[in-house]
């Protein structure tokens, strides 16, 4: 029996029988579908390999009941029977693999992102999504009704297990309900039976057309997070009257786009963020309720069942960093288990940006379809790679998985490269989540790591490298700025910063705004210094999700800490600099440190020794041009699979 006991056990939702309490939520992926909205192998592989990972329960994200509601334009159309045949290959592929499967139910009414959005009131989205919708009549609320009746008959007949309705997150259902979204005084505006008229009609449709016995969840908002919106104590009544409905379990979020809390929080937030909302829900219903919420861990998941907080838990964002995480933790296996580290970059920023999903620490999502699983190398070589940051790590990793005999040697006493500094601001502490995890990998695979070595002439000889991979790093690069050499003011980097080589005075400019030049004002801020940040870019840390990015700018919202980007320098002063901040003249005084956090440039010393031998060289990551977590590994792991 294993330990996680209550995470694991089975669960009975509606007629169903789960194997374990671990959900996949419906994550809209856009990635999958071909241009009528059918399902592909794309994404059929994508669930195989989850399903196969022992997961107790999975969703398809997004899947449109019509095409006034289609989200984003890669996800599944369910608003004709011809979605059927590609739904029921997709099924057929996943049931031998013990998952119950299903559909998420959704119209993203206002936050649709095409011009033909429609909505319970013409109000535009409060973030994210530009236009005004069309207000619907009440004959295309009956319309919209019946599309998601129809679309839940459709998903029976293509052989999902169950579905969801998506009534949270701020698409069609929750802008009924929510009085900011909802303006109407006919009878779906105005008081709480009104505005969740609209709900509970679907919801009897749904069951009318695909059956009493088809088990039928709803995800719904416990808070908006938003001034006028939908609370807790609405959230608790809905609870209740969907329970006497028929409703299977309920699964329990929170936010909408543009809400003080986002739907998808990024490693700034707590873990567990939204299951004081399930914990509430659950006071007042018998059904299983589903938490979620920045939940990581299977520890944790399991925690949140024995504490009768939750019956289930959604584990989204973790099933993208990896899909075997349930039946590794099922096995024992936690430190084997490829982390999450919240950043938001390949999960969400790319699907807001009309791009197909993925995952900055695991390159595969997406392309499970065209991988297949891991071979071994036909012909083991010896193979040395040069650096212990992110991309060494990855390459070494996936090198030693194929059957290679690896050596990773490192100038610097410590392994992890900047991704180790990234990591010491406030809130970025699971970065190094990331690097713990390879490490643990390349101790599991008995590669050796060699800190505090030099490759010289000697080693080369001793290792006798058949294959080499530097991925050496970089540094930071000194610009050339009038005065800036000159100045009295210390002058340092980032990185010397961060290390704790170089301290910083009382008063700070930081030049440069991207990522590294805010979570470092972030961090002097929180020392008690006053900073200035000089960002010569039009935006502030472009390189950051959007998501990410919305909670350090609030915490730089302080009177330490000053923002000015499209600046342009005239000059830096003894104590000070002259510029211009969109065509503004500036002069700031009385400074004592200047940090230079803007370029990087690569370090690739080492390259000359492996070419005068003859051997076969590989420069991957910053070594070969300064990029981001996201491509250091992903062309880490490319090259791993290439030896």
């Known amino acids: 029996m294993t330990v996680l006991k209550h995470l694991f056990a089975p669960i009975r939702i509606g007629a169903l029988t789960a194997r374990n309490r671990l959900m996949m939520p419906a994550m809209s992926i856009n990635f999958g579908v071909d241009d009528a909205g059918r399902v592909t192998d794309q994404l059929t592989e994508y669930f195989v390999a989850r399903a196969r990972g022992g997961t107790g329960l999975m969703l398809v994200g997004g899947g449109a009941v019509h095409p006034t509601g289609l989200e984003l334009p890669r996800l599944p159309t369910l608003w004709d029977d011809g979605c059927v045949p590609g739904l029921r290959r997709m099924t057929d592929a996943v049931r031998p693999h013990g998952a119950c ?65 998506h009534a949270a997150h701020g698409y069609l259902i929750n802008q009924f309900m929510s009085p900011n979204a909802n303006k109407r005084t006919d009878a779906y505006g105005g008081s709480f039976e009104n505005r969740t008229r609209f709900m509970l009609a679907l919801f009897r449709d749904i069951k009318a057309k695909a059956g009493a016995d088809f088990p039928v969840g709803v995800r719904i908002n416990g808070e908006d997070y938003i001034q006028d ?32 809390e986002l739907t998808i929080p990024s490693m700034y937030v707590p873990h567990g963020c939204f299951v004081h909302l399930a ?93 297949g699983a891991l071979q071994p190398a036909e012909t083991p070589k010896r193979v040395v790679v040069v650096g212990a940051g992110p991309a060494g790590l990855a390459a070494a990793r996936m090198a030693a998985l194929r059957g290679h005999v690896v050596t990773v040697v490192e100038e610097r006493g410590k392994i992890g490269g900047v991704a180790r500094l990234a990591a010491l601001p406030p809130g ?185 031998r003859g051997i076969r060289l590989h420069v991957i990551g910053d070594a070969k041009n300064p990029r981001t977590l996201m491509h250091c590994l992903s062309e880490g792991e490319e090259i791993g699979r290439e030896i």
Not at 434 to 444: A, K, P, S, W, Y
Not at 484 to 491: G, R, S, Y
């Open 229 to 260: 919106g939908w609370h807790l104590p609405e959230a608790l009544e809905l609870a209740r009257l969907l329970e006497a409905e028929g409703a299977d379990y309920l699964h329990v979020s929170a936010g909408v786009y543009g809400s003080s």
């Open 279 to 371: 914990e509430a829900v659950k006071q007042v219903v018998k059904i299983p309720v589903v938490a979620v919420g920045r939940i990581k861990s299977p520890e944790m998941a399991d925690r949140i069942i024995r504490e009768g907080r939750a019956d289930m838990v959604a584990m989204g964002r973790a099933q993208l960093a990896d899909p075997e995480i349930a039946g590794k933790a099922l096995a024992g296996r936690l430190n084997e288990i490829r982390p999450c580290v919240g950043c938001c970059v390949g999960c969400i920023h790319a699907v807001l940006a009309l791009e197909p999903g993925g995952c900055v620490v695991n390159p595969d999502v997406g392309r499970e379809y065209q991988l």
């Open 101 to 165: 499967f299903g559909m998420q139910l959704m119209h993203g009414g206002r936050q649709s992102y095409h011009d033909n959005k429609v909505a319970p009131s013409p109000l535009p989205a409060l973030a994210v999504v530009k236009g005004v919708p069309r207000e619907l009549s009440l004959p295309e609320i009956a319309e919209m009704v019946a599309a998601f009746g129809d679309s839940a008959r459709r998903c029976r007949e293509g052989g999902f297990d169950f579905v969801e309705i």
């Open 428 to 612: 970025r502490g699971e970065v190094w989540d990331i690097v713990d995890f390879l490490q643990r990998e390349l101790d599991r695979l008995k590669v050796e790591i060699r800190l505090n070595s030099v490759l010289d002439d000697a080693a080369i000889a001793a290792l006798r490298p058949e294959v080499a991979v530097l991925a050496s790093g970089s540094l930071p690069e000194v610009p050339v700025i009038t005065g800036l050499i000159q100045t009295e003011m210390t002058l340092t980097t980032v990185v010397d910063v961060l290390e704790g080589r170089s301290l910083a005075g009382d008063r700070v400019i930081i030049l440069g705004g991207g990522q590294s030049g805010l979570v470092l004002a972030d961090f002097l801020a929180q020392k008690g210094k006053e900073v200035a940040v000089l960002n010569r870019r039009p935006h502030f840390a472009e390189e950051m999700s959007s998501n990410d990015r919305f909670y350090l700018r609030e915490r730089l919202k302080h009177d330490g800490v000053r923002l000015y980007k499209r600046v342009s320098i005239q000059r830096f002063l003894a104590d000070g600099v002259e510029f211009k901040s969109a065509g503004e003249a500036h002069c700031l005084s009385g400074f004592d440190t200047v940090v230079l956090s803007e370029r990087m440039t690569p370090i690739r010393e080492a390259a000359a020794r492996f070419k005068q």
